[in-house]
T-cell receptor, first 115, second 115 residues
Framework: DSGVTQTPKHLITATGQRVTLRCSPRSGDLSVYWYQQSLDQGLQFLIHYYNGEERAKGNILERFSAQQFPDLHSELNLSSLELGDSALYFC??????????????FGPGTRLTVL | AQSVTQPDIHITVSEGASLELRCNYSYGATPYLFWYVQSPGQGLQLLLKYFSGDTLVQGIKGFEAEFKRSQSSFNLRKPSVHWSDAAEYFCAVGARNQAGTALIFGKGTTLSVSS
């Protein structure tokens, strides 16, 4: 158990809908990262927040957004969902503000299925 | 651009035999390198990491990896594989040139263990 929690574990929804994925980092960690794992694209970095501020963006679609709240939990919002958004979404947390030596610990993931 | 290549999509090893999973990276400076393991339905667990110093890195569960700058490689090894090692293994490089850190993952190698 990494100490990172994600809810829900599974989510099934329809095209065009909007969903929110939630992540609670390990106790004391200030950074939260979101990744998407799909069969065709593999594991891809989406976005990084540190202590409530956005620090880096990866291949995140404009339909997707995220935020980190004062209690350091983070939410990833996915809107106007398409079939291709079906994937496993991971949250990871780390103690530091980034920098390549920072170690990220991953949650169990949320499996999103768009029908 | 940074990238990670795991040449072997699937490897089958007999229980008790030795294992080597290959990882090659492309990075402009000294990389920070990681190996993660993902069991079915689980999140990613950190096996080991290389930041600097000794090029032979010891990790959890009896795994080790060797950083070879001349070959741009960071291969994962285990002297004797157990059936519980069957999983998917991901090599990743931590990008250094951002305010935050994106982990860039390889496509993964699936390890099967035969009895």
């Amino acid at each position: 158990d990494s100490g990172v929690t994600q809810t829900p574990k599974h989510l099934i929804t329809a095209t065009g809908q909007r969903v929110t994925l939630r992540c609670s980092p390990r106790s004391g960690d200030l950074s939260v990262y979101w990744y998407q794992q799909s069969l065709d694209q593999g594991l891809q970095f989406l976005i990084h927040y540190y202590n409530g501020e956005e620090r880096a963006k990866g291949n995140i679609l404009e339909r997707f957004s995220a935020q980190q709240f004062p209690d350091l939990h983070s939410e990833l919002n996915l809107s106007s969902l398409e079939l291709g958004d079906s994937a496993l979404y991971f949250c990871a947390s780390s103690a530091l503000s980034g920098g390549a030596g920072d170690t990220q610990y991953f949650g169990p993931g949320t499996r999103l299925t768009v029908l | 651009a940074q990238s990670v290549t795991q040449p072997d999509i699937h490897i089958t090893v007999s229980e008790g035999a030795s294992l080597e999973l290959r990882c090659n990276y492309s990075y402009g400076a000294t990389p920070y390198l990681f190996w993660y393991v993902q069991s079915p339905g689980q999140g990613l667990q950190l096996l080991l990491k290389y930041f600097s110093g000794d090029t032979l890195v010891q990790g959890i569960k009896g795994f080790e990896a060797e950083f070879k700058r001349s070959q741009s490689s960071f291969n994962l090894r285990k002297p004797s594989v157990h059936w519980s090692d069957a999983a998917e293994y991901f090599c990743a490089v931590g990008a250094r040139n951002q305010a935050g850190t994106a982990l860039i993952f390889g496509k993964g190698t699936t390890l099967s263990v035969s009895s």
